[in-house]
């Protein structure tokens, strides 16, 4: 049972356009919901995080966009470069000891010039 | 500083053979320690979490095993290596109310 769907599988921009990934979640007692970027052969990085009691985040080129109600929330990237070309997952937190966090399968990003 | 270390890089190793991935942590104490594996071009699947010494909890049965010595050391082992337990590790830590850091993660490839 996938508690984070993410979507789409692999995603295709062009230089200087909007990238935008989108998550949904099972869970309402999940408590922060973090974004990570991953180069290959490299550990996935921080991006951006958000909780629930904020509706938006921006952070440069960087935006999660929350929706509590429906349960979903997503990341837009403007003006995406070549560089952000990556895998992408988003995440979210149980509450609890340990604080795992539930992935999503990741979003393949390619920006072409 | 917090930073984490994870070795080695790259790993090939025969069926059958033993395995043993170290990660520790420096610069924070009583961190919650993970170990993931990511098979190529797909997700991360977390394999391991430990949130104190000698605490392990496992979150899908195979072949490997976990263990914590020390309070910022984690290792991931394995008696006999399968093809199946090829893959991308990598080991992460968390305060418990951050995010989670990923160390660099190992390449196995078992051959």
């Known amino acids: 049972q996938q508690q984070v769907k993410q979507s789409p599988q692999s995603l295709i921009v062009q230089k200087g356009g909007i990238s935008i990934i989108n998550c949904a979640y099972e869970n309402t007692a999940f408590d922060y919901f973090p974004w990570y970027q991953q180069f290959p052969g490299k550990g996935p990085a921080l991006l951006i995080a958000i909780r629930p009691d904020v509706s938006e985040k921006k952070e440069g080129r960087f935006t999660i966009s929350f929706n509590k109600s429906a349960k979903q929330f997503s990341l837009h990237i403007m003006d995406s470069q070549p560089g952000d070309s990556a895998t992408y997952f988003c995440?979210?937190?149980?509450?609890?000891?340990?604080?795992?966090?539930?992935w999503g399968l990741g979003t393949s990003l390619a920006v072409n010039p | 500083s917090q930073t984490i270390h994870q070795w080695p890089a790259t790993l090939v190793q025969p069926v059958g053979s033993p395995l043993s991935l170290e990660c520790t942590v420096e610069g924070t104490s009583n961190p919650n320690l993970y170990w993931y594996r990511q098979a190529a071009g797909r997700g991360l699947q977390l394999l391991f979490y430990s949130v104190g010494i000698g605490q392990i909890s496992s979150e899908v049965p195979q072949n490997l095993s976990a263990s914590r010595p020390q309070d910022r050391q984690f290792i991931l082992s394995s008696k006999k290596l399968l093809l199946s337990d090829s893959g991308f590790y990598l080991c992460?830590?968390?305060?418990?109310?951050?995010?989670?850091?990923f160390g660099q993660g190992t390449r196995l490839t078992v051959v």
């Open positions: 992460a830590w968390s305060d418990g109310n951050t995010e989670a850091f």
């Open positions: 995440a979210a937190r149980k509450p609890g000891n340990n604080r795992k966090l539930i």
